[in-house]
């Protein structure tokens, strides 16, 4: 069966895209890990990697072409045994652009399904008032409405960073913000990690109320001096006299494809420094509240966005200033079984575990930290004292992780209601591959965190 390569989605934003190059031509074989083209975005040129085997048997759409929506059919692969007369009449077939910014497309003979956040992913909070009704949005559309609604409240909040206003935001989180409340208070910075967020410090420090955004926390590794020896420790050095009032914010952790310098979840980096506030939430309704809570909270506050999930849609409630308690994790899943707690994009995984789990007979409790520095050990305690059993899952490496600060707390402070040992569900501890089939070896799955479940029930191999 001939297997199909499609125009993939090199980032979340990529709605269409040139054929700048092909590497090979019809008639050549192709092995695994190829760069079978290169494809140029509205940011950079990247290369089209198959992660099949066999003889290109035909190019649909020509090197040069322009525009190309993402998920056209651009040319196909032949298996052994296939002869390129199969592909007599084929055709690319142009897809419309996507209203929302699509999943990456493996180039895989099926197309790969696109993620959607599980039913039953978040309760409502339990102090909202009754009658209170919900909006349906993505994350990128909950984290826009957060900033808009705090610089309408406050004329001391304003937003700064690499391509916020004129382009709207890297990843579109602060679409429409430059044409409400102008270029005084939504400011486009040159590439400059070190520099503009020092500006953003200092301006902290003199009373205003500044959200950095960092096109990727890979990149505030060049600014890291400014948010951990002048954020972090201002307070404490002053004497209190001088506060930081102000927000780093941008997508952490794996995205896809985009290699080992650009996949980093920096959430245990951080939450190790005191000074810092350091949040990582997954609903849109968390990132709403918490990212309003974060900018009025007087500390320096780490906010940990996903890449991934800023096209998924998920209730928010209609309530004037809705903020979410900083430093309160939450039981998005009640269980009796085993306790899954996680963070940021883990928790879709865990939600995922979760319903596999209860078709086996097991029913896990899912907690969404939301938090992690402070880090609320009293939710997570009282989950093991009901279930006994526990896995802590993210998307890091496990050495020094998050999971391993959840571990030793409930050597500490939970021993005696533990059946079974902590288990940590992980990346794999090496640099983010490149290749696609590479990174979904290396990532967290629902998979391995069922198997986890399993091994701490005493359920494997049944």
């Not at 056209?72 to 296939?82: Q, S």
Request: a negative charge; one cysteine or more; aromatic letters at 6%.
């Amino acid at each position: 069966m001939s297997i199909e390569i499609l125009l993939p989605a090199m980032s979340p934003t990529m709605t269409e895209g040139n054929i700048a190059k092909w590497n090979f031509k019809e008639g050549d074989k192709v092995s695994a890990g190829d760069v079978v083209a290169e494809i140029e975005t509205d940011k950079a040129t990247m290369e089209l990697e198959t992660d099949e085997e066999g003889v290109l048997g035909k190019i649909l759409v020509a090197e040069g072409a322009e525009g190309i929506a993402v998920g056209t059919l651009i040319a196909v692969i032949l298996e052994d045994g296939e002869d390129a007369s199969s592909l007599d009449g084929i055709t690319a077939t142009v897809a419309a652009p996507a209203s929302e910014p699509p999943v990456m497309q493996s180039t895989e003979a099926a197309p790969v399904p696109e993620v959607t956040a599980p039913v039953a992913a978040v309760r409502v909070e339990a102090d909202l008032p009754e009658g209170t009704t919900f909006t349906n949005m993505t994350v990128r559309e909950a984290l826009r409405d957060a900033m808009a609604e705090e610089m309408r409240l406050d004329p001391d909040v304003f937003v700064m960073g690499e391509e916020v206003a004129e382009y709207q935001g890297a990843y579109k989180v602060t679409q429409g913000l430059l044409q409400e409340f102008g270029d005084q208070r939504v400011i486009d910075t040159p590439i400059t990690e070190h520099g503009f967020a020092g500006l953003g410090v200092g301006a902290a420090m003199a009373g205003l109320k500044p959200v950095v955004e960092f096109m990727t926390f890979n990149f505030a590794m060049q600014a890291i001096d400014q948010i951990i020896n002048s954020a972090a420790k201002t307070n404490y050095m002053s004497g209190g006299q001088i506060r930081c009032p102000m927000v780093f914010r941008g997508p952490n952790g794996a995205a896809s494809r985009v290699g080992a310098q650009h996949s980093q979840n920096y959430a245990s980096w951080y939450a190790h420094v005191p000074g810092l506030i350091v949040v990582a939430p997954y609903s849109a309704a968390d990132c709403k509240g918490l990212l309003k809570a974060a900018i009025k909270d007087p500390n320096p506050v780490i906010f940990l966005e996903n890449e991934i999930t800023y096209g998924y849609s998920f209730d928010v409630p209609d309530v004037e200033d809705y903020t979410v308690p900083l430093g309160k994790a939450k039981v998005v899943r009640e269980g009796v079984d085993v306790t899954l707690v996680s963070y940021s994009i883990g928790v879709k995984f865990a939600l995922d575990a979760a319903e596999k789990l209860a078709a086996e007979g097991i029913d896990a409790e899912v907690i969404d930290l939301r938090t992690i520095r402070p880090l609320d050990m009293d939710t997570i305690i009282e989950s093991v004292k009901k279930t006994n059993r526990i896995v802590c899952v993210e998307e890091g490496w496990v050495t020094c992780s998050v999971s391993s600060e959840i571990s030793a707390c409930l050597m500490e402070d939970a021993f005696d209601y533990l059946d079974a040992p902590v288990m940590r569900v992980t990346n794999e501890d090496v640099p983010m591959p490149y290749a696609a089939n590479l990174e979904k070896l290396t990532v967290v799955s629902d998979e391995r965190i069922v198997a986890a479940a399993k091994q701490v029930c005493y359920k494997q191999g049944e």
